[in-house]
């Protein structure tokens, strides 16, 4: 299966190792097309509650991705997330501050890279 980001990186002519993009080689504003979005929270963050893998204190605007390195800002619909931690799943998880764990998140949005991770 070729995934969203596979096909942006083949289509700019980058080399896709199947794991990670590489962030030397990616440009600001690099389309990534729709990718699936889910949330996490304290409640359901693995018993981390708000620590991330990075080390940063987790907040609203960090997410958390396996193939965006840490430091790399996106943006979907407008609004704009740093990568600061890791994620279980193949998708871009958002960390968002809720009373009690209401993560029901799935879907599908446009995303863009604003700031690549050593940009
Ligand atoms: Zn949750």
Known sequence: MVTHVAAAALALGIAFS???????TVTPFMDLGECRITTYCPSCNTGAGHESSSGVWLEYGH?????????TVIDIEGERFEIVDTCGTDAIDLFVETDGCQCDLNEYRHVYIVKGAKQ
Request: glycine share 12%.
């Open 18 to 24: 199947g794991s990670a993009l590489d962030m030397d």
């Open 63 to 71: 997410a958390a991705c396996n193939w965006l390195p840490v430091g």
